[in-house]
Nanobody, 123 residues
């Protein structure tokens, strides 16, 4: 089964920054649109950001616009999520996903998922 692997999560204070990475040795990222989702305790998984195959288009949920930046390096088979000005409300497990549609905010339309990385923002 194809696996994506997230890294870069951690415990930070409000206002700090983190950069999440997502890589796969099995999936050719250039063939897929990539997305980031997050899930806080007791809440449904929510869309955060997505990037198209050839980096020509990017899509964010409103709550992270201006603070988060999604990017990708197809040569390294890696997608990133730069998170600045973090807020306690950003606390969640963050997941990356690969899919064939863009723009796409619905989790069920992504075929491949990672196991997630925890981001905790203290106030």
């Amino acid at each position: 089964q194809v696996q994506l692997e997230e890294s870069g999560g951690g415990l930070v204070q409000a206002g700090d920054s983190l950069r999440l990475s997502c890589a796969s040795s099995e999936l050719t990222f250039s063939r897929y649109a990539m997305g980031w989702f997050r899930q806080a305790p007791g809440k449904e998984r929510e869309f955060v950001a997505a990037i198209s195959w050839v980096i020509t288009a990017i899509y964010y949920t409103d709550s992270v616009k201006g603070r988060f930046t999604i990017s990708r390096d197809n040569a390294k088979n890696t997608v990133y999520l730069q998170m600045n000005s973090l807020e306690p409300e950003d606390t969640a497990v963050y997941y990356c996903a690969a899919g064939s549609r863009f723009p796409e905010s619905r989790a069920y339309n992504y075929a491949y998922w990672g196991q997630g990385t925890q981001v905790t923002v203290s106030s």
